[in-house]
């Protein structure tokens, strides 16, 4: 990337860092400032195999630490739209091209549930979204997701079903990269079978 995109992404982490510090409701443990920076990692570590092009790199960054600034409503649902709005202002004001916004906004939306990216750099997000899945983070992501949504809800969610819930969807989830298919999804399926051998319980034990 040049100089004016290196330093549009470092003012990114500073306004992002803030929104998660003084605008994100604590109860978003899962949806939180810790994991924004997890998933650009994950998407510095993606993009560095497959070398993209200093725009591409641009759009990807910025995506990434934007994608989930729109919990900052309160409100889980559909928050990428708002993602986007935050996104889409703060690349106006450093006077990005507009084409660049409409890709990033893309690629935001791409990480809604069920994920639909159009092309690579969608795909390299949605993969660092869900980085977690293939590692050894999966039990405690999944113990801050509980969390988090049993607050969000008020709602208690018994392991039991919070076990079932966790295979059904790391069954249905696939990867997009050939990266992340070949690094992260046999781990992933070691928490599968965990997970459907132990019944939930030995997960419990693992994250508190």
Not at 29 to 42: D, E, K, S, Y
Request: charged share 20%.
């Amino acid at each position: 990337m040049n100089e004016q995109q290196l330093q549009i992404i470092k003012d990114a982490r500073k306004v992002v860092t803030d929104i998660f510090y003084h605008k994100v409701n604590p109860l978003f443990v899962f949806h939180n400032l810790g994991h924004t920076i997890q998933v650009v990692n994950a998407a510095e570590e993606i993009e560095g195999y497959y070398q993209l092009d200093k725009n591409d790199q641009f759009v990807l960054l910025i995506s990434a630490w934007f994608h989930d600034t729109g919990f900052s409503t309160g409100v889980a649902e559909c928050h990428e739209k708002e993602s986007i709005k935050l996104a889409s202002d703060f690349l106006y004001q450093h006077h990005v091209h507009p084409e660049v916004i409409l890709q990033v906004s893309s690629c935001i939306q791409a990480t809604k549930m069920p994920q639909v990216p159009l092309n690579l750099v969608e795909k390299i997000l949605c993969d660092s979204d869900l980085f977690h899945l293939g590692n050894d983070t999966f039990h405690k992501r999944s113990s801050y997701l509980k969390q988090e949504l049993q607050a969000y809800f008020k709602k208690p969610i018994p392991q039991d079903e919070w076990c079932r819930l966790n295979i059904t969807f790391l069954q249905s989830h696939n990867y997009f990269t050939g990266y992340c298919q070949q690094k992260l999804e046999p781990v992933k399926q070691i928490w599968v079978k965990e997970l459907q051998k132990t019944g939930g319980d030995d997960l419990g034990k693992a994250t508190g």
